[in-house]
Structure formats: structure tokens, C-alpha cells
């Protein structure tokens, strides 16, 4: 069984920045891909950054339009985590953030694990 557990939201002014980090236990991680997701209140599940280890060191990354270029994926196959470093942030960012992970599918669906979530809130 997997367990995805994340940590690191809170509440930041616009502008700020935090790091979200997701935890897996349970199964080996390094050929999953891995994903975040987010739930603004009265809104759908959005998709906002995933990360596909291809071998090595190196990773294919996938990143929403809304956040591309503020957010970064990264992860630390050792450790079984992944983290989201999100810069620059607006106050529509707000939600619950979720971590996520598959085992086959394409990058932005189709995830078979999930994380409880944790509170981004971002001031104006």
C-alpha cells in the first residue's frame, strides 16, 4: 500500500514563496511519475506540475500554464519525495494542494495514489 503524505503549506503574502513536500512510503518511487494537483474552494481538481523519472539523473517535467515559470518540480529519488517550489505567488493560487502518484498514464491524469492535501493560502 502507498502513503503520500504532504507538508510545507501555510499562509504567505503575495509575492512570497513556499515549498510543498510529499512524502511516499510503502513501494519503491523511482519509476513513478509524480504529481501536484490543486482545489480552490467551489472550483475542480486542477493539474499544476508533474515529474516522470526517465533514467539517471534526469526527469521529464510538466508544468500548468498558471504556474509555469513561478512553480518548480524537483525530486529526490532517495527519499522517496518531491517537492514544489512556488515563487511569486498570487493570491489566486490559493487552495489545497495535493501530491500525487502513478504507476502508467499521461503526466497530467490518471493517477492511481493521493495525498490528504495541505492549505496554500495566499494574502493580497
Known amino acids: 500500500q502507498v502513503q503520500l503524505v504532504e507538508s510545507g503549506g501555510g499562509l504567505v503574502q503575495a509575492g512570497g514563496s513556499l515549498r510543498l513536500s510529499c512524502a511516499a512510503s510503502?513501494?519503491?518511487?523511482?519509476?513513478?511519475?509524480r504529481g501536484w494537483f490543486r482545489q480552490a474552494p467551489g472550483k475542480e481538481r486542477e493539474f499544476v506540475a508533474a515529474?516522470?523519472?526517465?533514467?539517471?539523473?534526469?526527469?521529464?517535467?510538466d508544468y500548468s500554464d498558471s504556474v509555469k515559470g513561478r512553480f518548480t518540480i524537483s525530486r529526490d529519488n532517495a527519499k522517496n519525495t518531491v517537492y514544489l517550489q512556488m515563487n511569486s505567488l498570487k493570491p489566486e493560487d490559493t487552495a489545497v494542494y495535493y501530491c500525487?502518484?502513478?504507476?502508467?498514464?499521461?503526466?497530467?491524469?490518471?493517477?492511481?495514489?493521493w495525498g490528504r492535501g495541505t492549505q496554500v493560502t495566499v494574502s493580497s
Open positions: 515529474i516522470r523519472w526517465s533514467g539517471g539523473s534526469a526527469s521529464y517535467v
Open positions: 500525487a502518484a502513478q504507476t502508467a498514464g499521461s503526466m497530467r491524469d490518471q493517477y492511481n495514489y
Open positions: 510503502g513501494r519503491p518511487f523511482d519509476l513513478y511519475t
